[in-house]
């Protein structure tokens, strides 16, 4: 459908309507007086309406003549969004930019570095999601996202760069008063299973699911995110592994014991992911940052 409503069109309204005479917005959009009035005029006669009441000597929209205007700012808006985003495209950056964060470290890891980099290009929109286990590979090899933070080093196909951020270590913990908190240490395999297990739930949806630090042959409790076990321990549902620096205050609080098994778990590198043919700006300052930051086993995610 044909619209005579143009962008020239909506630009002299805002004008008038700014500058409060036909003659100031000609004068602010370097034009003569007659070719705005002749602008509005067949706008006007286009549209079978008038903008603008006459009977008035002040530059006065009418009801309709506002509401044309109104939403016209917005079109002019997006107008100028749309031309910054084009040219921010031409320029490299991203217009979106998708950053998986594994539960291990959770969203909250790299909110500064976002907070930096919306300084430098606030157009970008960051959007961050959470993963766990093989969802991080997942949402990198189906295009979900465009940068993973917390996976391990096997890539699910080729294509794919990493460098490595360091080890996270996993202690075994129990709620302060659970039972096995009293009992002799290192506890047997056959102790704890005597006990609901708490896990994370893999969040791939294409490649296979994988589980880590379980003990199996007991009851589970299975949760969506590191942050709700955490929590579900301390509360005495069950026990189960749990990375180191995300417990640190539950156990200054006494809210959560770590045990001894005769078998522990060993510490897991985590690694950055990315595909080697993504060139975006945005997604190579952050890998930039982040090759710069080390994990800490006591402190997690350490930015430089």
């Not at 026990?239 to 014991?257: A, E, T």
């Not at 098994?261 to 300052?285: D, F, I, V």
Request: include cysteine; charge should be neutral; aromatic fraction near 6%.
């Amino acid at each position: 459908m044909y619209s005579p409503i143009t962008l020239d069109a909506l630009r002299a309204l805002d004008a008038i309507d700014r500058r409060g005479s036909f003659a100031a917005a000609a004068d602010e959009l370097h034009r003569v007086p007659s070719a705005l009035s002749y602008t509005i005029s067949k706008l006007e006669e286009d549209l079978e309406l008038e903008l603008f009441d006459r009977r008035r000597r002040k530059a006065e929209l009418t009801p309709v003549g506002r509401l044309v205007l109104e939403q016209g700012r917005r079109i002019l808006l997006a107008t100028e969004e749309l031309t910054a985003l084009a040219k921010q495209a031409a320029g490299g950056w991203e217009v979106e930019l998708r950053i998986a964060v594994d539960s291990v470290f959770g969203c909250e890891a790299i909110y500064p570095l976002v907070e930096a980099f919306q300084r430098l290009q606030p157009r970008t929109e960051v959007r961050l999601m959470e993963e766990v286990l093989a969802g991080s590979w997942d949402a990198l090899d189906s295009e979900r996202c465009d940068l993973v933070i917390g996976v391990e080093e096997e890539p699910p196909g080729q294509g794919f760069a990493t460098q490595a951020l360091g080890q996270v270590a996993f202690d075994f913990v129990v709620a302060s008063d659970h039972p096995l908190a009293s009992m002799p240490q290192p506890l047997s395999l056959a102790t704890v299973q005597a006990y609901p297990t708490l896990v994370v739930a893999d969040s791939s949806r294409s490649l296979p699911v994988k589980s880590t630090g379980l003990l199996d042959g007991r009851s589970r409790v299975v949760l969506p995110s590191i942050a709700d076990k955490i929590e579900a321990q301390c509360l005495g549902m069950g026990v189960g592994y749990l990375p180191r620096h995300r417990i640190q205050q539950p156990l200054q609080q006494g809210r959560l014991k770590v045990l001894e098994l005769e078998q522990p778990r060993s510490p897991q590198t985590m690694y950055l992911a990315w595909r080697k043919s993504n060139k975006g700006k945005g997604l190579h300052w952050f890998i930039k940052q982040l090759k710069a930051a080390r994990v800490d086993l006591q402190q997690g995610l350490l930015l430089s």
